[in-house]
């Protein structure tokens, strides 16, 4: 999803701040709102420049793209938590040799009953 703003939309706000406010107040509305524009621009400026000093030199060597959250897939993510392979890193073959990959056996899950004489553990430090 995109949150382009085109000419036409600003045109249209505009319109309607003329029609809402009225052209007798509009001056004073668009004088505060070019403040808090100028004012949000030097926050934004001064935060900038902290981060830099506080972060140091490598905050320029960061991929800030890598770490942009909309690039992952919550279905690719999910998918590849399912379907991990439980496989043992096999060694690397020698020339001419085929490996097979080693499946390391899962122990069996053994499901406990709990009942009123045996309670579930609990960890009263956790809670």
Not at 95 to 105: D, K, L, Q, S
């Amino acid at each position: 999803m995109q949150f382009g703003i085109t000419f036409e939309k600003l045109l249209l706000i505009g319109l309607i701040a003329v029609l809402l406010v009225g052209p007798e107040r509009l001056p004073r509305y668009a004088e505060s709102v070019a403040k808090l524009a100028r004012r949000a621009g030097e926050f934004l400026r001064d935060t900038r420049t902290r981060v830099r000093d506080e972060m140091g030199p490598e905050l320029d060597d960061v991929d800030w793209r890598k770490l942009d959250p909309r690039q992952y897939d919550p279905r690719r993510i999910i998918r590849d938590a399912l379907f991990e392979d439980d496989r043992a890193p096999t060694p690397t073959p020698s020339a001419g040799v085929v490996a097979e990959p080693a499946v390391v056996p899962k122990k069996p899950t053994v499901r406990r009953d709990f009942s009123v004489d045996s309670p579930p553990p609990y960890d009263a430090e956790a809670t």
